[in-house]
């Protein structure tokens, strides 16, 4: 599956943005997906993943309660709205699939196809 990212900017710390990957294809809805981040100098880490029916979610502790993992499968499309933004938040943004009806840890590993990454910068 082929992914696109887009939705990056700059904001404001305390402020908004939604971001959204969309995929090629007509199983989109068999691919459980995932957002991961890489900050300046960091490696890159896991911030919410979705399973193919939508109906379970899993965050990261660093953005539980202020991060929403969403989906539709009509669209083939998987979103990531962000609030409360923090400076720590900056980083490039990656959507990515497993393997058709996967699901388990998050681990990069477990994702076989990766967007381009889309940068989202909070400034303070």
């Known amino acids: 599956v082929q992914l696109q990212a887009c939705g990056g900017g700059l904001v404001q710390a305390g402020g908004s943005l939604r971001l959204s990957c969309a995929a090629s294809?007509?199983?989109?809805?068999?691919?459980?997906m995932g957002w991961f981040r890489q900050g300046p100098g960091k490696e890159r880490e896991f911030v919410a993943a979705i399973k193919w029916s939508g109906g379970v979610t899993l965050y990261s502790d660093s953005v539980k309660g202020r991060f929403t993992i969403s989906r539709d499968n009509a669209k083939n499309t998987v979103y990531l709205e962000m609030n409360s933004l923090k400076p720590e938040d900056t980083a490039v943004y990656y959507c990515?699939?497993?393997?058709?009806?996967?699901?388990?840890?998050?681990?990069?590993?477990?994702?076989?196809?990766w967007g381009q990454g889309t940068l989202v910068t909070v400034s303070s």
């Open positions: 294809g007509r199983t989109f809805g068999t691919y459980s």
């Open positions: 990515a699939a497993r393997e058709p009806f996967s699901w388990g840890p998050p681990q990069t590993t477990a994702f076989g196809s």
